[in-house]
């Protein structure tokens, strides 16, 4: 059986901890689209969407059946549209399992077209999160260890650190 899959987000911007889970769930689905949001209605967001769009393109180019865009309204209409069998939503915590489970729900009452599945981040990641990074970044701290060189410069010159 062959199942596409899309893993949606912000990514403001695309950690290391992104990229890590992508890699794990290209190996599970034929294709899995990134698919990065103009807006959430609630978030504000550091980079612009072009900006977010190109800085995952970068980061996620080695990997073959992956592809990156962006989209903008609904998450379910995305992959409807798309074909997308599967919405892939990591569970970094206990605290992000009733948000995504409220989103799987509303997503599942939308259109029964599309499934929901959670992974977890692995260990080394589980506490990255694009707020913290870019904290960190603002702060002055290092932030090599979260992100891909590529992101850090990104990231560096937008908080005026380079």
Known sequence: MSISAMYPG????????????VRRASKLYEKVVVAVAADTGTKRTMFSFEERVELA?????????????????????????????????????????EYEFQLASMNRVLTQ????????????????????????????GDVTEFVSPEVKVALLKKVGRA
Not at 118 to 138: G, M
């Open 10 to 21: 912000t990514f403001d911007p695309i950690t290391l901890g992104h990229e890590d889970f």
């Open 57 to 97: 393109k970068e980061a996620l180019q080695d990997v073959a059946n992956v592809e990156v865009t962006g989209y903008k309204g609904l998450t379910i209409d995305f992959a409807v549209e798309n074909d997308l069998a599967v919405i892939v939503r990591g569970l970094r915590a206990v605290s992000d399992f």
């Open 113 to 140: 077209e599309v499934e929901t599945a959670f992974l977890t981040p692995t260990d080394k990641y589980t506490f990255i999160s694009s707020t913290l990074v870019r904290e960190v970044a603002q702060l002055g």
